[in-house]
């Protein structure tokens, strides 16, 4: 990895970074919580990060990492492309969801939002692996392989 493309990936990670927390701090510190649009935004921008900047190599803060993802390159790159996807997708799905409850007045719920947070990011996850275990499967990958044994 050459100096510029660490500058990059630095700098990335500064704008995520920075992005998130105003956004963060904005709608959840500064007024009534609505957890569903922020954390909608959230996923969306780091999906959109993904997609445009997508993990070149296992690192420790950036990128989806998984034992599966890990296993060949090629898997690696394509969890980096299927993830963000599935973020942005699911990141739409829960802003747009925040913004219906911001629009109706529905912003007091959040404890609510708190417990049923979970269910829209799960798929995330479940659908990359998924998605992952299919293509090692069709690129010749042990049937009989566990990773939770």
């Known amino acids: 990895m050459n100096k510029r493309q660490t500058f990059h990936e630095e700098l990335l990670n ?3 970074r920075k ?3 105003s956004i963060l701090e904005r709608e959840l510190f500064r007024r009534k919580s609505m957890i569903f649009l922020v954390v909608g935004v959230a996923l969306t921008t780091i ?3 993904f ?3 997508p993990s070149k190599g296992n690192l420790p803060l950036y990128g989806y ?3 599966l993802a890990a296993k060949t390159d090629e898997l690696w790159q394509l969890a980096q492309k299927v993830s963000g996807k599935y973020f942005i997708i699911f990141g739409l799905i829960m802003a747009a969801i ?3 409850l911001k629009v109706t007045g529905n912003t007091n719920y959040f404890l609510i939002e708190m417990l049923v947070l979970v269910f829209p ?3 995330i996850f479940i659908l990359t692996e998924k998605k992952l275990q299919k293509f090692d ?3 010749g990958g042990d049937d009989y392989e566990h990773f939770n044994d």
Do not use: A, D, E, N
């Open 51 to 53: 997609r445009l900047f």
């Open 19 to 21: 992005t998130i927390w």
């Open 47 to 49: 999906g959109i990060f």
């Open 98 to 100: 925040g913004y219906l």
């Open 137 to 139: 499967q069709k690129s």
């Open 65 to 67: 990492h998984s034992p």
């Open 121 to 123: 990011i799960m798929p």
């Open 14 to 16: 500064i704008l995520v």
